[in-house]
């Protein structure tokens, strides 16, 4: 873990550095069909974060990553691909299940091998399995669902700042 990197919730503003991580990263996922330009994707994380919890990850004080989730759905979970492999997505995830009610579920491409390893690694468990037609990029999908032990261990350390932070 890169001791530079911290998670916070994100700030009304920062729809933009996050929509700038979002394209970057899908970007580089080289099976994604592309469907949407940078400026529609930019409109789209605009109208997520009038209705998502969005926590980012910062590097250096620049925005590195974020999760999205909304009730017990993490909706996005997105890493610039500068800063993959440095414990960003780590420290989001568990920001997530910090925040969550005790579950949290997913969608996954089947063809994002390196994602399904992170959730899986990660204490999800894969529960549903579709032929792509119901989402937009026509890919197959993969429903993981992870639901937090019952000592409540894992979110003792990061809920109360992001929590306490939410608040108005
Ligand atoms: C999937 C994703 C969110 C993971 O985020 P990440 O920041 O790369 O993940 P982390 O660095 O926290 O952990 C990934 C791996 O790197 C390793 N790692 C962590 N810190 C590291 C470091 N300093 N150096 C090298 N490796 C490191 C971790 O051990 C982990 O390996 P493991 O899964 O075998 O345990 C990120 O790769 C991403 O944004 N991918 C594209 C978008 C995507 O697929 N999103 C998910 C959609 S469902």
């Known amino acids: 873990m890169d001791a530079n990197i911290s998670i916070r919730p994100a700030r009304p503003h920062e729809a933009v550095a996050v929509a ?3 394209s970057a990263a899908r970007e580089q996922m ?7 330009s940078r400026d529609e994707e930019h409109d789209f994380i605009c109208a997520i974060f009038r209705r998502e919890q969005i926590i980012v990850a910062e590097w250096n004080r620049t925005v590195c990553g974020f999760a999205a989730c909304h009730g017990d759905w993490l909706n996005h979970l997105y890493v610039h691909p500068d800063m993959q492999g440095r414990g960003c ?14 579950v949290l579920q997913l969608w ?18 894969a529960v549903e399995f579709t032929d ?10 993969i429903r993981y669902v992870w639901r937090a032990p019952p000592d409540g261990t894992l979110t003792a350390r990061l809920r109360p700042a992001l929590v306490r932070r939410q608040s108005p």
């Open 20 to 22: 700038a991580v979002f």
């Open 30 to 36: 080289g099976f994604l069909p592309r469907l949407h």
């Open 89 to 102: 997505g780590d420290l989001l995830l568990a920001g997530s299940k910090a925040t969550s009610q005790g």
């Open 132 to 141: 792509g037609s119901r989402n937009a990029e026509g890919l197959p999908d």
């Open 108 to 125: 996954c491409f089947v063809r994002n091998t390196r994602a399904r390893k992170f959730y899986e690694c990660r204490g999800f468990t």
